[in-house]
């Protein structure tokens, strides 16, 4: 698959390693809102997000809220402040976790809002190139797995191996997930039902799972595939110049699916309506020079 607007990254030359095995970070949502109670473990939310860490030996356990800070001892941990992910990139300290990091686990409750998470997007756009990104909602079960709100790690999904869970502090449920990962976990095709949903271990994704090491994507594309084989990355704004209708009739549906997602949280949702509004009517004028030629109207 050749275009101007693409590479492909082969991965012949990475190596598979235990995901406990790279650099892991873990950042964890501590705000305010994190001290409602979790129904069916009769306790508060905060203490649901920390249990994660007992999973492996994390590098870096950072907590963040309003504010972001490394955390050395989560038994201190308390919730506080408001709902900020962005605040993880205002401190050195924990933007150097986040760089640093190769495995990034992301945990919150979900409770943000949209300007929240635009910022947060606009600061980790420059940050999705890891080896794995895992999304962890933590919550009480609503009525329907579709109405949980996943708003606040939708910046998050933009990188090429990324897994998206739910937890009530008992049961890791698969939302979703992208990439090299959704090998060995399918999203979930039935968002209606709880009971419809794949279940996960977690000690087994870090203990057992293995998954490649990363490589570095050209500055400016984005990851629209990830498999076994290759990562191919696109150039959004040399897609949205590209004039060649043959080149894009080679993607998939999943790849408009990561492209509609990359122009949501970046504001670039109305170019891209355009662009291919153009190139509709593109492929309408060539479809009717085709009947022309073909055909005698007279």
């Known amino acids: ?84 992910p962005s605040a993880i990139f205002y401190n050195e300290l924990t933007k150097e976790a986040y760089t640093k990091s190769d495995v990034i686990v992301f945990v919150t409750d979900g409770a943000i809002d949209n300007t929240s998470v635009t910022q947060f997007a606009i ?14 909602i933590v919550n009480d079960k609503l009525s329907k797995p579709s109405q949980i709100n996943v ?6 999904m933009m990188a090429s191996n990324v897994l998206c869970l739910f937890y009530d502090g008992e049961i890791f449920y698969i939302l979703s997930s992208k990439g090299y990962i959704s090998q060995y976990y399918k999203s979930s095709d039935d968002l209606t039902d709880y009971q419809k949903l794949t279940t996960l271990n977690i000690n087994e994704l870090f203990h057992n799972i293995k998954i490649y090491e990363y ?18 990355a696109i150039d959004f704004n ?15 549906e999943n790849d408009w699916k990561t492209l ?37 109207f007279k």
């Open 215 to 232: 490589t570095k994507i050209p500055d400016g594309y984005i990851t629209i595939r990830d498999n076994e084989q290759d990562i191919i």
């Open 1 to 84: 698959m050749t275009s101007s607007y693409l590479v492909t990254i082969p991965k012949a030359e990475l190596k598979l390693k235990t995901v406990k095995d790279f650099i892991t970070g873990i950042f964890i949502d501590n705000s305010g809102s994190t001290s409602s109670q979790l129904v069916s473990i009769k306790k508060n939310i905060l203490e649901a997000e920390l249990s994660i860490c007992h999973v492996t030996q994390f590098d870096y356990v950072v907590l963040w809220n309003t504010l972001a800070k490394l955390c050395t001892n989560i038994q201190t941990a308390t919730p506080e402040g408001g709902t900020s």
């Open 260 to 296: 509609i997602q990359y122009g949501k949280i970046n504001n670039k949702l109305y170019e891209l309506r355009i662009y291919v509004s153009h190139m509709k009517n593109e492929s309408i004028k060539i479809e009717k020079e085709k009947l022309k030629s073909n055909f005698n």
């Open 123 to 136: 600061y980790t756009k420059d940050y999705l190139n890891k080896a794995l990104v895992i999304c962890i």
């Open 151 to 156: 708003s606040v790690v939708a910046p998050l």
């Open 238 to 252: 040399k897609f949205l110049n590209n004039k060649n209708l043959d080149s894009i009739l080679n993607l998939t």
